[in-house]
């Protein structure tokens, strides 16, 4: 590239006229609309005097000349303006690495932080007279590579969600706003002929002007674009884009295991169409058409498994905004900035599937009439606590204020749901009259009956679905389910709502992840905290814990929530607001900062301070210049503002490094010392996420949400693997197994008495399989008798021993003693919390827990026994499986001779279908091995809100709640004695587990039945294809031109099956992630 400056005189005035002129390469000609104009001229008229021109010709262009008159002010002014709309018709395509890459043709207003490194590059390219000892070097040309190079790219074995096998040409639904980019320092400047290609379109650079005043911070720029639209951003390669992140390096996202995947799936789609032409395969009755669906079915091959985190965290923490990061959605999951609670029921993100293809779907459960009445009991206790005399008795400490909160969120709540209602008042709830809380709460419960006329779907309804037109729409759906009614007069629908499922397309989600939001435990009533427990114990995978990071050492919720978790959950810490309150001069100061630290940090101090006063001068000399060395003071005053930006990032990155580590250090300490801590930034990444590549990758990358995103891609890998790896060794080679059969069906020819001996052992052996994988008596229903007769002899029968429970029940009765020595303000804390609460220093204390401590043992040593018979059966399962078949498969080869090609197929294929009728049932047998475990944990754990003694036991602190007045210690502690003593917990407690886990059991062997059942089909149909009916022409025959077609998909597919083999043979036994 050619690149020169003159100096002429201008005949007009008495100033200098600079003229500037470049030769581009002519392998980089810029593309022209079909009707640019023979010669394309735009001006740049600034202020006063001035004039700065741009001239190009009309073929591809050897120079370009700029030319400007600064009128002789201490301004100086760039700017350009089109003189017609016809002059935007020049379009250039920026000089990348990647000649391919489309450029952005919107226009936009770039700000002073966004201009300073393109005003730099445009003086650069111009080249002021090199002779001149002021002349700038030129600038290296930025390395658009650096960004491939990231840890945010593609490389040989890692793929990107855009790499993924199934990913959709649909745009992903991009951040609908995002804050300017005003205060955003630039970190990589473009390339001159980048700039000059394609930065020169609307630029307008604003006065830069600097304060002579010493230590006046920079002006900040008038005003900002959004460089975002509702489209998304997949085809602008100049901006930030989540698809471009590299997926963690497990397995499941290997790049040739995602590119073989994507072939398979490709051909076998292409086998469905060759098979669409033939009638046969739409006929009901051929074994054809049945072929034709199961291979229609594996063509559409989505990851099965589904794994959730849940983010949970007090309000204000800055959960829900941290949600939409990660989703890279703003704004569906609801966040304030007040601080207020906005999470209010669990809210599931799930990708877009086969059964919700819209690109929004919003979900609701509603509560059932019992569920809402046991709420609304929960709200009126709430509210009265703080509004009766039970208030004004001694409380324990901390005590008031909790009850104060709890107390105004209830009353908030219920005037949502009964907005129309008059008599509502605080009077009506406060009443002490004898009876009057069952009055009262008769009462609510008829509104609530009325009110259900506005419940969508109508008052019976318990499931609503919605399919929103767009992401505004579903935020706004979303909102219906989530607040208060903008209509006054309508009652609020979130107090009834259980959960709600937000379907949509986000590359976080299609790997099977489910991000979860949810309601803290703080200020929350009862029944709301026993539902969000019960969904982080039992439905959730992982745990994240939100927790701002100037708090998190301190913060309690952390340590509650840890507590209410299972021993073996999975448990992360998300630090947010990484950003906030990092101020340089006080950090040098802090003498838990590392010295290494402070002294770099008062380095980059000292250098910003150098450079500020540097800008000053500059500023100072510019305006009192003129023409060329105006210029010239212009162009450095540029790249101070560069050093400026890459010194604050510098600072940034050194002192947001700095406080995560220290935080990560000490709550892994606090903890566990392999616990995985989180540091994160909602506001780096929000807005930076808008920006040019080069100037946002790195501020991106500071705010940790990238790295959180990745890590929780891991959540799912492991069990999408071992699917995929199923698919491509079972599924798809079982399918084809059974394509090939039905091809070779008659390819030999036997006679009528062989073909009729042979057809008898076919039929035995369909009997076989029937008899002993799918019938009453096969080998599957024996486990789910034994495992029903284990149950009631080891658990159910032991328990239901009349001197078992009168040994537990004095355990229990010696427990509730043990309480009457408390303070009454300790003990009506206890009732208020449900049994657990701390005094003073003492450790937290459960009742519930010390009422089971003389049962648990025993507990645990019956469900113990239930779990160690599950495992052993688990094991032997498999080796039934292999036996029935191995029957099957010796019966059928003694006839091989009969029919050598299609017998040999069928054995092949037998056992391969023998696999997966063995992967079925052990899937079948792990899961309910989990749900095993987890309601053990829910009879044993008297910690839980969630688990049956907790349900138990809740009436009677219910009761005790109501008492106040004079002698109201005595009647509580004398009611929970005989509640103890008279209530039977320990024939409760049997009666309501027995009752779950039989539905547990039921519902498994139900689902793993049916699954069976089409397995067993299928292979009853290749069976029967082996030998037609006697003077039946086989059906392959009867097509041939279908018969060949699908041979010769068969064969291609086999090919890419082997490929895939060879891959899943290299990646099995790698472990994707550490605890």
């Known amino acids: 590239m050619t690149q020169m400056a003159r100096t002429t005189p201008d005949a007009d005035d008495d100033s200098s006229t600079l003229s500037f002129s470049f030769n581009p390469p002519h392998s980089h000609t810029p593309t022209r609309s079909a009707d640019v104009p023979s010669s394309s001229t735009f001006d740049f008229p600034p202020p006063g005097d001035t004039r700065f021109t741009f001239n190009t010709p009309p073929t591809p262009p050897t120079a370009a000349s700029f030319s400007f008159s600064p009128p002789n002010t201490s301004g100086f002014t760039f700017a350009f303006t089109p003189s017609s709309s016809a002059d935007s018709h020049f379009i250039s395509t920026p000089v990348t690495q990647d000649p391919a890459t489309p450029t952005r043709s919107s226009s936009r207003i770039l700000t002073r932080a966004t201009t300073t490194s393109t005003t730099r590059a445009l003086f650069s390219a111009l080249d002021i007279d090199p002779n001149s000892p002021e002349a700038p070097g030129k600038l ?3 390395d658009h590579g650096q960004f491939r190079r990231s840890n945010l790219s593609p490389n040989a074995n890692v793929s990107t969600y855009r790499d993924l096998y199934n990913a959709t040409p649909s745009p992903q639904p991009g951040p609908s706003s995002r804050p300017n980019q005003t205060n955003a320092p630039n970190i990589d400047s473009p390339s001159p002929s980048s700039f000059l290609t394609s930065g020169v379109r609307n630029l307008i650079i604003q006065s830069i002007e600097t304060s002579s005043t010493e230590g006046e911070g920079d002006e900040e720029a008038d005003s900002g674009s959004d460089l975002d639209s509702d489209d998304g951003s997949d085809n602008d390669s100049s901006t930030y884009n989540v698809r471009d992140e590299e997926l963690p390096d497990a397995p499941i996202y290997n790049a040739q295991l995602q590119n073989s995947l994507r072939d398979v799936q490709s051909h076998l789609s292409g086998l469905v169409r060759s098979m669409q032409a033939s009638q046969m395969v739409h006929d009901g009755t051929t074994h054809v058409s049945d072929l034709y669906r199961q291979a229609e079915t594996e063509s559409k091959f989505e990851y099965p498994q589904t794994r959730i985190v849940g983010f949970i965290g007090d309000s204000g923490v800055g959960k829900s905004s941290l949600i939409n990061s990660l989703l890279d959605c703003g704004g569906l999951a609801r966040s304030s900035g007040s601080g207020e609670a906005c999470t209010s029921v669990v809210t599931e993100f799930r990708q877009v599937d086969e059964t919700h293809p819209h690109p929004y779907t919003i979900e609701a459960d509603f509560m059932t009439i019992d569920e809402m009445i046991e709420l609304l009991r929960e709200l009126l206790m709430a509210y009265r606590i703080r509004h009766t005399r039970a208030f004004n008795e001694d409380l324990a400490e901390g005590e008031s204020d909790r009850i104060t909160r709890l107390s105004e969120r209830s009353w908030a709540t219920l005037q949502s749901l009964f907005p129309n209602e008059g008599e509502l008042s605080e009077a009506l709830l406060s009443n002490e009259e004898l009876g009057a809380e069952d009055r009262i709460l008769a009462r609510l419960a008829e509104w609530a009956m009325a009110g259900l006329n506005h419940r969508p779907g109508g008052p019976d309804a318990l499931h609503y679905a919605i399919r929103a037109r767009d992401i505004h729409d579903c935020r706004e759906n979303i909102d219906i389910l989530t607040v208060a009614s903008r209509e006054q007069e309508r009652p609020a629908l979130w107090p009834f709502v259980k959960l709600i499922r937000v379907y949509l397309r986000s590359g976080i989600l299609r790997t099977g992840l489910v991000v979860a939001d949810m309601p803290g435990f703080r200020d929350m009533n009862y029944a709301r905290v026993r539902a969000t427990e019960k969904y982080l114990r039992n439905i959730c995978d992982e745990v994240f814990i939100v927790s701002e990071i100037n708090r998190c050492r301190s913060d309690p919720s952390i340590e509650e929530i840890w507590h209410k978790c299972i021993g073996n959950q999975p448990m992360r810490i998300v630090c947010t607001k990484s950003e906030t309150e990092l101020d340089g001069e006080e950090i040098i100061r802090d003498p838990k900062m590392p010295a290494r630290v402070i002294e770099e940090t008062r380095r980059l101090l000292d250098r910003t301070e150098q450079v500020r006063r540097s800008l000053r001068r500059l500023g100072r000399r510019r305006r009192d210049s003129s023409g060329a060395q105006q210029a010239r003071y212009a162009l450095r005053e540029a790249e101070q503002n560069d050093e400026l930006g890459r010194l604050e990032l510098e600072r940034k990155t050194l002192l947001i490094n700095a406080r995560n580590e220290i935080s990560r250090t000490h709550l892994s300490r606090k903890y566990q010392t392999n616990v995985k801590v989180f540091c994160v930034s909602r506001e780096l990444y929000e807005n930076y996420r808008g920006g040019e590549r080069g100037q ?13 995103r990745q890590y929780c891609q891991l959540v799912p890998a492991d069990a999408q693997f071992r699917e995929t790896d199923t698919f491509l060794r079972i599924r798809v080679p079982a399918l084809l197994g059974s394509l090939n059969q039905w091809v070779l069906a008659g390819a030999n020819d036997v006679t009528a008495d062989r073909a009729e001996t042979l057809r008898q052992v076919l039929d035995e052996a369909q009997r076989t399989l029937h008899s002993r994988l799918i019938s009453r008596r096969s080998c599957i229903r024996s486990i789910k008798t034994e495992l029903e007769t284990m149950f009631n002899i080891s658990t159910i029968r032991y328990i239901r021993d009349l001197q078992v429970q009168e040994r537990w029940k004095d355990g229990a009765i010696r427990a509730s003693r043990d309480w009457d020595s408390m303070h009454h303000p300790s003990y009506s804390a206890f009732c208020r919390k449900y049994g657990v609460h701390q005094i003073g220093k003492e450790s937290v204390r459960y009742w519930n827990n010390e009422i089971l401590q003389g ?28 036996t029935i078949f191995n029957s099957v498969s010796t019966s059928i080869e003694a006839y091989t001779h009969l029919s050598p090609a299609s017998i040999e197929n069928l054995l092949d294929n037998l056992d391969t279908q023998r696999c997966g009728i063995a992967y079925t049932t052990q899937r079948a047998l792990e899961h309910l091995l989990l749900q095993t475990r987890r309601i053990t944990r829910d009879v044993l754990d ?37 509640y103890v003593r008279g209530q039977k917990i320990f024939q409760q407690l049997p009666a309501r587990f027995e009752m779950d886990y039989k539905v547990i059991i039921n519902t498994a062997f139900a689902d793993l039945e049916r699954k069976l059942n089409e397995e067993v089909r299928n292979i009853t149909r290749d069976l029967g294809g082996v030998i037609a009916v006697e003077g039946e022409v086989p059906e392959a025959r009867r097509e041939l031109g279908l018969a060949q077609r699908v041979r010769d998909g068969v064969s291609q597919l086999q090919a890419q099956v082997n490929e895939a083999h060879l891959i899943l043979n290299r990646l099995r036994g790698r472990t994707t992630r550490s605890a």
């Not at 990758?697 to 790295?707: K, V």
Request: charged fraction near 25%; proline fraction near 4%.
């Open 942 to 978: 008297g910690h839980s809100s969630s688990s049956y003694i907790a349900d138990i036991m809740r009436p009677a602190y219910q009761y005790c709640n109501m008492e106040s007045g004079t002698g109201s210690d005595r009647r509580r502690k004398d009611h929970m004695k005989e």
């Open 140 to 142: 290296a040309p930025t």
């Open 696 to 708: 946002a990758a790195e501020y991106i990358r500071l705010s940790g949400i990238p790295e959180l």
């Open 855 to 882: 049962a648990s043992e025993e507990l645990d040593q019956c469900w113990s026994t239930l779990i160690e018979w599950l495992n052993h059966r688990q094991n032997t399962t498999e080796d039934e499986i292999y």
